[in-house]
């Protein structure tokens, strides 16, 4: 990123605990809940020419993994939807990334049970450029391949955004970046491929899309996106278990996410891919949807 400020020292508003407050004043306690015991919940969104990609099913999952997490946001979900675009306002962003984050307070002693800890809710927003270098980004980026494997979904809420869901994740983003890879891939506790360390990941073969089904992992809201747009171009869309031995087989391979949008992959490891066709044609087709008023990306 080329915007290095440190996020506690930058300037403007934020929305926090139902008001707008000034950006530098927006703090928790050093015993906070969540801090120590990673009860939080959050989304990632973006904002384009003025309207909150998919907002709605946004605020539907982070409500949903709060629930997964035993949290009741005190706010609905209208609320959040209008605290969103109040914090995009008050910061005047037209197009950037938005943050809502739910956790659990310090209002007790910071232990594992936190059932009177309190719950707060914020929302940041700030310009966002892509999430890989736009020059690697057309050409492919390199994906290491992770030691780390998704849990099983009996030892995790899988189906939640939740922040203590990403440890493994920056330890193997660290990793693939001190060998000069832009991310990772992620295989699952049965050794299938899984996904990338923030971004969801498909493959193309004779014409075809294939990922892997979501069942340890999340469903991305911009690779229901992807598939959806697939679908309307008549590309087949497998969803399906992929072995490790397959990858060699596939022609292209990119992945997808609010941050990603669609980025191409170039290599996994010993693998080789080459952004082609279907790669230029999902890119495209995604970010003219996402700017495209009065559709897809309404509330």
Known sequence: MADLIPFDERDGSLWFDGKIVPWRDAKVHVMTHAL????CVFEGERIYSGRIYKLKAHTERLFASAAQLGITIPYTEDEINRACYEAAAVQNIQDGYVRPVVFRGAATLPTVSAQHAGVH????????????????????IRLDISEWRRPAPDTIPSKAKAAGLYMICTLSKHAAEAKGYSDALMFDYRGLV????????????????HTPTPDCFLDGITRRSVMAIA???QIPVRERAIQRDELPDFTECFLTGTAAEVTPVSEIGPYRYRPG???ELLMNDYAAEVR???????V
């Open 36 to 39: 120590h015991f990673a009860s």
């Open 277 to 279: 066709k279907i790669c």
């Open 231 to 233: 679908a309307a171009r």
């Open 194 to 209: 899984a996904e990338a360390t923030g971004a969801n990941i498909f493959f193309v073969r004779d014409g075809q899309l």
């Open 121 to 140: 809710v914020a929302i940041g927003v700030w310009p966002w450029p892509s999430y890989f270098d736009p020059a690697q980004k057309l050409k492919g």
């Open 292 to 298: 495209r008023a009065g559709t897809a990306a309404d």
